[in-house]
């Protein structure tokens, strides 16, 4: 039988584990449909950075779009993890605004394009296998 229990955790809980990652999850609707990809991200303030390329679906979507970021780990072999989800809209990063770090791609090529996702909301939940 399989035991454990979610537990919520509090806004203060999923922006430091927010900040503790470098890899999500962006979930959005774009001309293709639902579409969930992950890239590098850092944390700027209230705000989630995004890298991308030029000419990709991110990078096409206007600014207010709604979006979807989530993060997570998750260890199989204790069942316990947990997950955050941010809910938000995007901007174009202000090439005039100062961010104290910038997301390095985890593959190689050129992703120029900085977005901004402005966080809404902010959920999350912690797993535990006992």
């Known amino acids: 039988m399989?035991?454990?229990?979610?537990?919520?955790l509090d806004a203060a809980e999923c922006a430091q584990l927010l900040r503790?990652?470098?890899i999500g999850r962006v979930a959005f609707v774009g001309p293709d449909g639902m579409t969930v990809?992950?890239?590098?991200?850092?944390v700027d303030g209230e705000d989630i950075i995004l890298r991308t390329a030029a000419g990709t679906q991110l990078a096409s979507l206007g600014a207010g779009t709604p979006v979807a970021f989530e993060v997570d780990e998750f260890d199989p072999e204790v069942r316990n993890g947990w997950s955050v989800?941010?809910?938000?809209?995007?901007?174009?990063?202000d090439p005039s605004r100062e961010v104290r770090e910038v997301p390095e791609p985890f593959v190689p090529g050129e992703r120029e394009v900085l977005v901004t996702l402005a966080v809404e909301s902010l959920s999350g939940r912690a797993?535990?296998?006992d």
């Open 20 to 22: 503790e990652a470098s």
């Open 127 to 129: 797993v535990s296998g």
């Open 85 to 93: 989800l941010a809910r938000g809209r995007l901007g174009v990063l």
């Open 37 to 42: 990809l992950p890239l590098a991200y850092a």
């Open 2 to 8: 399989v035991q454990g229990h979610f537990e919520q």
